[in-house]
């Protein structure tokens, strides 16, 4: 295997039965090597499906945005469960009985930023390459994304690797306008474009990317949290949405779902909805502003991994750890630590594992000239797991390692 360094981030390479080397941040290196990444099971009966802190599962529609919709109920007393079911820990994935038609591929994936949530997909994806080495199919690649999030960026990237032979290009689309007619274009002069990750780019939008693998509930992520927030607010209250970056269809969606769930709430209000371009520091200095700007404020959303970090330093900063509910995204270990002291009271996990996992077996079928159908959907849709105070410990544990 040979791996090198582009903007921060790796080109990993997986050549037949090499020995495995990692090039992530040392957070996610703990899921290497302990037993830990989320391997929760996704579904593809065009249901959403969400994990929660008592080990079942709720179902939500997933129709288009407008109107009004019905969202799943959730347990009660999550804050003080301790229950453990939330890791939701496994690490059964194989292979499915497809057998490819060449002995090596070579792909090429963009997505939005560096960052640890990337890192934890693309264990996923060293794993599916691993166990096709064992089958004798060598999986090559390259795994790159910008230190900031650009949509011109991701159609540079594109372009560039377009002319390198790749037998599939893969994007996390940074801004479905933007990106989209860069995928078309590739698309029409005979290149294989499949979308993965977090946000995508469907048929809805115009875009004829092939197939996409990732969450495709992200509406019904914010809206289910948003609910969570308003249950503890009692249904009253001031609250600022927190979104990551402007255009991104997986954090718009969010918010998105948590601004129509307020809705239904006369006595719920937003008072700002701030964007931080995936910057932890961006978002304290935003969330820092709004409690200074806000002393009424009562509810913080936030919509993807790093703003609940930065709202919870903020929050803490302030002294209003016990007067402010922060509800967010996923597994960073700052904000699982937040969550274990109960200043932050819930966060939606994302399937990271399964998503590198399965992208990795559709670009082998798309590859193959395989198009959606029998052998695989459109989209493969992975899961989301709400968790609260008394499962952060299991989390920990099971992701970083941490003992106490």
């Not at 969400?50 to 529609?61: E, L, Q």
């Not at 909805?273 to 002393?295: F, I, N, P, Q, W």
């Not at 670009?363 to 105070?389: C, F, H, N």
Request: charged fraction near 25%; proline fraction near 2%; glycine fraction near 10%.
């Amino acid at each position: 295997m040979r791996n090198k360094r582009q903007n921060g981030k790796c080109v990993r390479k997986r050549a037949g039965n090499a020995v495995l080397r990692r090039c992530i941040s040392i957070s996610v290196l703990f899921l290497c090597l302990g037993t830990g990444i989320l391997g929760l099971t996704g579904c593809g009966d065009g249901n959403a499906q969400y994990g929660t802190a008592d080990g079942g599962k709720v179902s939500g529609d997933t129709a288009s945005h407008g109107g009004e919709r019905e969202m799943p109920a959730v347990a009660d007393d999550h804050a003080e469960s301790g229950n453990e079911k939330a890791a939701s820990i496994d690490f059964d994935h194989k292979l499915d009985a497809y057998r490819p038609l060449k002995k090596e591929y070579n792909f090429y994936f963009t997505y939005k930023i560096v960052h640890p949530w990337w890192d934890a997909v693309a264990i996923g994806m060293e794993e599916a390459s691993k166990q096709y080495a064992e089958r004798g199919v060598t999986i090559s690649y390259e795994y790159l994304a910008p230190r900031e999030t650009s949509a011109q960026d991701q159609i540079n990237r594109l372009s560039e690797a377009s002319g390198r032979g790749f037998d599939v290009l893969g994007v996390d689309v940074a801004d479905v306008d933007i990106v989209t007619p860069a995928i078309n274009d590739l698309i029409a002069k005979g290149h294989k474009v499949m979308t993965f990750s977090s946000s995508d780019a469907d048929r809805d939008d115009g875009c004829d990317r092939i197939a996409y693998v990732g969450n495709t509930h992200n509406y019904e992520d914010g809206a289910l949290l948003t609910e969570e927030l308003c249950e503890k607010l009692e249904y009253t209250g001031k609250v600022a949405v927190m979104v990551g970056t402007v255009g991104a269809p997986c954090h718009e969606e969010r918010a998105l779902g948590a601004r129509d769930v307020l809705a239904k709430y006369p006595a719920m209000e937003i008072v700002e909805t701030v964007y931080d371009e995936d910057s932890v520091e961006k978002a304290y200095g935003l969330a820092r502003r709004l409690l200074a700007e806000h002393e009424d404020l009562k509810g913080i959303i936030c919509c993807n991994m790093s703003n609940p970090v930065g709202a919870a330093r903020a929050v803490i900063e302030a002294g209003r750890e016990h007067e402010v509910v922060i509800v967010g995204m996923d597994h960073d270990q700052e904000a699982l630590h937040y969550l274990k002291d109960g200043t932050i009271y819930a966060l939606g996990v994302q399937d990271c594992y399964s998503i590198g996992f399965d992208t990795i077996q559709v670009a082998v079928k798309i590859a193959d000239g395989q198009l959606p159908g029998e052998l695989y959907p459109e989209k493969t849709e992975e899961s989301t797991t709400i968790i609260y105070q008394g499962d952060a410990v299991a989390m920990l544990r099971v992701l970083y390692g941490e003992i106490n």
